[in-house]
């Protein structure tokens, strides 16, 4: 028996053993290009008998091509296809309704798995783009591949598919999970009360912890970005493999503190109090210690590489091994600091104090 599909048929499904019932219209509008659009639009007939379905002669080579895609036979009157059915419902709503389903981060990339076999891709166009101007603007002023791509990317207004829809799911849930602190400063405040305070591994990106006593605190592996920790008491306490990229640490008091292994990329310590830190380790890369205490601090293979410790006081300081690229030492103090094999060529020393610094093999 033959029959061709209209938007009004009704589609009866097997989803890999789970039975759906939908519409031509609904497998064929949202997504036209799909491979269920495909089967269902009305380009090319069917031939169903109790057994099998099959492509008429004339649409032969397309329906091959979408019977290895999708396993199409008939079962009991239903389309099967060989797929797991769990999240059909949502690939049918989608077509429905254009809605991304609410679901558990580890559903989304089995979702995502369904949507790119079914290839739920839509391009829309600018509507009233006034193509015949376009056609004689492409010729006149886009003479190669590359060019032509551009400005069709730049006429289209978005692509609109399942696939980008459950990827933009994904990446807002990453930038949340990186933006959303899970704590405030009240709460901080409330903590730092007791006797013995840790925040090892909690994200308090971006919170404005300064003026507060946080002495001997334990923020080991915390995620610390673009903390303020301006005039904070930090004495003794624990930042180590912390990641606090662009936080500010600006005149806070920071003696004995542990930085070891810790990412303070473009962090701003000047006027900072530093005395006997350690920092062994740490990526210290743009950072400004300008008129910092670091007496007796420990920097072995620190990465101070565009550092601005200018006019910082570095006396007895230990930078064996330490990444010393275009910083600036300008007036520092380095007296009796250890600089033992360091490479000092593109370091700027101008009125640094190197009296009684043990420098022997380094690169000057």
């Not at 049918?92 to 990339?109: A, C, H, K, M, Q």
């Not at 910083?327 to 490479?343: I, K, P």
Request: hydrophobic residues 40%; aromatic residues 10%; charged residues 20%.
């Amino acid at each position: 028996m033959s029959i061709q599909y209209d938007f009004t048929s009704l589609i009866h499904l097997n989803i890999g053993g789970k039975k759906f019932c939908t519409t031509v219209e609904t497998l064929t509008q949202r997504e036209p290009d799909s491979m269920l659009a495909a089967m269902f639009s009305g380009s090319h007939i069917l031939t169903k008998d109790p057994h099998t379905a099959r492509p008429s002669p004339f649409f032969h080579l397309i329906f091959v091509f979408v019977s290895f895609l999708l396993n199409l036979v008939s079962c009991d009157g239903f389309v099967f296809v060989d797929r797991d059915g769990k999240h059909f419902r949502h690939i049918l709503n989608w077509l429905r309704d254009g809605v991304i389903p609410t679901l558990n981060d580890s559903e989304y990339p089995e979702l995502l798995r369904e949507a790119e076999y079914y290839q739920l891709i839509v391009m829309l166009f600018l509507p009233q783009t006034n193509f015949t101007f376009l056609s004689q603007y492409w010729s006149a002023n886009f003479n190669n591949l590359l060019s032509k791509f551009f400005l069709l990317r730049c006429i289209l207004v978005e692509t609109l598919g399942l696939i980008e829809g459950i990827n933009a799911v994904l990446n807002e849930k990453k930038e949340d999970d990186v933006q959303e602190t899970e704590l405030t400063r009240t709460d901080i405040i409330k903590c730092i009360q007791s006797e013995k305070v840790r925040f090892r591994g909690v994200n308090l990106s971006g919170l404005d912890l300064s003026k507060l006593d946080l002495s001997f605190v334990d923020f080991s592996y915390a995620c610390l970005k673009n903390v303020f920790f301006s005039r904070a008491n930090l004495q003794c306490a624990k930042f180590r493999d912390v990641d606090a990229e662009g936080s500010i640490f600006h005149n806070a008091i920071l003696r004995e503190c542990e930085f070891t292994g810790a990412n303070l990329r473009g962090a701003l310590l000047a006027g900072a109090s530093l005395q006997s830190a350690n920092l062994q380790d740490a990526s210290l890369i743009g950072c400004s210690f300008c008129g910092a205490d670091l007496r007796s601090a420990h920097l072995q293979s620190a990465d101070l590489t565009d550092a601005n410790l200018e006019g910082a006081n570095l006396e007895g300081a230990n930078l064996k091994g330490a990444k010393l690229t275009n910083a600036n030492l300008r007036g520092a103090n380095l007296q009796r600091a250890y600089l033992r094999h360091v490479n000092l060529r593109e370091t700027q020393l101008d009125g640094a104090k190197l009296d009684g610094a043990n420098l022997l093999g380094a690169i000057r």
